[in-house]
């Protein structure tokens, strides 16, 4: 007869044949090397950080609350000892500076100014592009002020021009008796002549 084979369950059992753990993942195992992987490691790495921080401070608040209920439970003689030992020296000095009488805050006004004054201290970041624009706006509107003042006086120029125009056609139409109004047209060439002299001053 064949021997039976052994289960896979039996091996397991043993402490030998105990899987390893493998950790947690955070994003895909397939990322390459760049800003995604980068990201997701730091992220990984925070949530150790925190959970080992989370670890420490139940250790900790454990043994608080078990050094409470022992000075609870203490006589007074015993109870005016120092604190106990199993307290790590770094957390016992952050105790002690907690019960530390906080510092006063300063007024509202020395804060107010502080902050003016960093503003103030604080490169603007687009300054220069802030001024270059406002220059070019106001070049813009320069432009456009003297576009629009050529256009008045072109207009108002073209205006005068056909204002004459009619009246030395008007006057150069010949009267009832068919003669033209010399006394008419003679006014309108003196005021030619007149903005003609203005001008060339």
Not at 147 to 172: P, S
């Amino acid at each position: 007869m064949v021997p039976k084979r052994a289960l896979e369950s039996d091996g397991a059992a043993t402490p030998a044949a105990k899987k390893l753990r493998k950790g947690f993942r955070i994003g895909p195992e397939n990322l390459p090397d760049g800003v995604w992987k980068r990201k997701v490691d730091k992220i990984k790495k925070d949530i150790i950080h925190k959970a080992k921080i989370k670890k420490a401070y139940k250790k900790i608040k454990a043994a608080e609350q078990t050094n409470t209920a022992d000075t609870t439970t203490v006589t007074d003689d015993v109870a005016a000892a120092p604190a106990s030992p199993t307290i790590h020296p770094e957390r016992q000095a952050m105790l002690d500076e907690d019960e530390e009488p906080e510092p006063s805050p300063p007024p509202q006004n020395d804060r107010q100014s502080r902050r003016r004054k960093h503003k103030e201290l604080k490169p603007g970041y687009f300054d220069r592009a802030a001024a270059e624009a406002e220059r070019k706006k106001a070049e813009a509107d320069a432009r456009a002020r003297e576009i629009e003042e050529r256009n008045a006086e072109r207009n108002h120029k073209l205006a005068e021009r056909e204002k004459f125009r009619r009246a030395m056609a008007k006057a150069r139409t010949p009267g009832r008796d068919g003669q033209r109004k010399l006394g008419r047209e003679s006014g309108l060439l003196l005021e030619k002549v007149k903005k003609m002299v203005g001008d060339a001053k």
